[in-house]
């Protein structure tokens, strides 16, 4: 078997991430937006991301755009792509930080724990309400 060679997704850029680009984490989609007033009733858009997209929106806004545009069943070939990361990866990686069904093997494993503690560490620091 080959060796595959990458570097892991870890809490600390991710949260970064949704900090640098004032973005709210969701779970069980890939992003989405919303409109909300300030308190001085002027209107903003918020936008939201999984881990993955966030950290494509802070590589790239424009590939963050593009991510959306992506049929569903391209979309976790599209951020392995983007992130240098292997498919198995990103699978699992989105099934632990959505709370899914553990992986028991290979890289989807690795992903998966990757991703839960991606999760942690967003709801350790506050960010994770409601999402």
Same mark, same amino acid.
Not at 1 to 22: D, S
Not at 43 to 54: D, E, N, P, R, S
């Given at each position: 078997?080959?060796? @595959?060679t990458? &570097?892991? $997704? &870890?809490?600390?850029?991710?949260?970064?991430?949704?900090?640098? =680009? =004032?973005?709210? +984490? @969701?779970?069980?989609?890939?992003? =989405?937006?919303?409109?909300?007033?300030? $308190?001085?009733?002027?209107q903003?858009?918020?936008? !939201?991301? !999984?881990? *993955?997209? &966030?950290?494509?929106?802070?590589?790239? +806004?424009?590939k963050?755009?593009?991510?959306l545009?992506?049929?569903?069943?391209?979309?976790? %070939?599209?951020?392995?792509?983007? *992130?240098?990361?292997?498919?198995?990866? $990103? %699978? /699992?990686?989105t099934? /632990?930080?959505?709370?899914?069904?553990? !992986?028991?093997?290979?890289?989807?494993?690795? /992903?998966?724990?990757?991703?839960?503690?991606?999760? %942690?560490?967003?709801?350790?620091?506050? *960010?994770?309400? =409601? &999402?």
């Amino acid at each position: 078997m080959e060796q @595959v060679t990458f &570097t892991r $997704v &870890t809490p600390e850029p991710v949260l970064e991430a949704y900090k640098k =680009n =004032n973005m709210k +984490p @969701v779970r069980r989609q890939w992003m =989405n937006a919303y409109m909300t007033a300030d $308190v001085s009733g002027k209107q903003k858009m918020v936008l !939201c991301g !999984c881990a *993955l997209a &966030t950290l494509i929106h802070q590589k790239d +806004p424009a590939k963050f755009k593009e991510l959306l545009q992506e049929p569903p069943y391209r979309k976790h %070939q599209y951020v392995a792509d983007e *992130l240098g990361l292997p498919l198995e990866y $990103v %699978q /699992g990686f989105t099934s /632990g930080f959505d709370g899914g069904e553990p !992986c028991d093997e290979g890289l989807q494993a690795v /992903g998966y724990q990757d991703g839960a503690a991606v999760w %942690q560490a967003l709801e350790k620091a506050g *960010l994770s309400q =409601n &999402t």
